[in-house]
């Protein structure tokens, strides 16, 4: 039986999932990548990005067109100013991963390089010369880099990108909560990130939206078609009215209504049921919430929240810190009602945290 998923990307074998290529045909995805353009996709924390390019790569790969790959830069941030020894541990980490995930057929063919400051690129220069097909790739958690390595490897990027398709990877993405604007604080606020950017060569930079009504209805449908237990329809939309979407939030309240508050089959989840849960989740200071309520100790992201709660106008809060608190999903803009709290949840979690 499948289940509702809130830790780590979806697997459609064992998770309740909606597939993202709605999400991400919405943004003309495979139009960028057919165009051989450099990319950014960025969202707030779990809101299906790995799991959304995941998918993307296996379809691209299927395609029998391109090969495709995701890989995660994460482990490289435990050395933010030593470029030699996060090279080898992020390099390592795409072996481990790439060997699992492609045929021997589309592997790199050689995983040793010996000048520090140059070893990304030269990797990603000798896959893509040898590879028989374009190579697409897709960089996550390109902000937990930070100081000389998100330098390094951003401008080592750049570098390369004049030599695609041929010697250098033809369409590239660069996956994390930020837009690239914002590197230059993740980077200790070098002004070496202002201007030109390491990563000027990008074409677009894509939020991944959160889920509709519709496709939170759809979402718990699946739960219903399998299990045979309903949602009533005030459920459905108090899911949606609480979370406005959010996917791990409307998994979450999900999951604890099923597994924990109305476990018998037999029975409908009720509005009452969400309630419960909402008040649970909270209650716990789940991870996603604790990582969200971390972020409020920052003084850019209190000068724009403070304001918001106590119903003040922001004044002027520069609108970097306005576009970095939309980006880290605390609020969002509403049309009209310029920022508002992102949701209905957050709006109780966010002053408690304060």
């Known amino acids: ?74 482990v490289g941030a435990a050395f933010p100013n030593d470029i030699e020894r996060a090279e080898k541990v992020i390099l390592a980490s795409w072996q481990q991963h790439i060997s699992y995930a492609l045929a021997p057929d589309l592997q ?84 070496r990130l202002s201007s030109p950017s390491p990563f000027n060569i990008a074409v677009r930079s894509i939020t991944l939206r959160n889920f509709s009504r519709a496709e939170v209805h759809a979402l718990l449908q699946q739960h219903t078609d399998e299990t045979g237990q309903a949602f009533t329809p005030e459920a459905l939309d108090l899911v949606f009215d609480l ?20 476990p018998d089959l037999t029975q409908a989840v009720t509005a009452a049921a969400i309630e419960r849960a909402k008040a649970m989740l909270i209650q716990r ?8 309520t971390d972020k409020l100790r920052e003084p850019r992201v209190r000068r724009v929240i403070e304001p918001i709660l106590a119903g003040a106008l922001l004044g002027d809060v520069p609108q970097d810190d306005r576009d970095y608190v939309v980006d880290l999903g605390l609020v969002r803009r509403e049309n009209g009602h310029g920022l508002v709290i992102a949701n209905p949840i957050y709006r109780e979690v966010i002053p408690r945290a304060l």
């Open 1 to 74: 039986m499948r289940f509702f998923n809130t830790g780590g990307p979806c697997n459609p074998l064992y998770h309740y999932m909606l597939s993202a290529d709605q999400r991400l045909h919405e943004e003309n995805v495979m139009r960028l990548i057919e165009q051989q353009a450099y990319f950014i996709l960025h969202a707030p924390r779990q809101t299906g990005k790995t799991t959304a390019i995941l998918e993307l790569a296996q379809r691209l790969r299927a395609s029998g067109r391109y090969i495709a790959a995701v890989v995660s830069l994460e």
């Open 108 to 191: 790199p063919r050689n995983w040793s390089f010996d000048q520090a400051g140059q070893r990304i690129g030269s990797f990603l220069s000798e896959w893509a010369r040898t590879a028989e097909r374009p190579l697409v790739l897709f960089l996550d958690e390109i902000d937990a880099l930070q100081n000389e390595v998100l330098i390094s490897v951003l401008r080592q990027l750049r570098a390369g990108y004049y030599d695609r398709p041929k010697a250098f990877p033809a369409s590239l993405a660069l996956i994390g909560l930020r837009d690239v604007r914002d590197y230059k604080v993740a980077s200790g606020g070098s002004d």
């Open 243 to 262: 979370t406005q979407g959010q996917p791990w939030l409307v998994n979450a309240l999900a999951k604890v209504a099923v597994e924990e508050l109305v």
């Open 285 to 292: 200071r789940q991870t996603h919430l604790d990582q969200l």
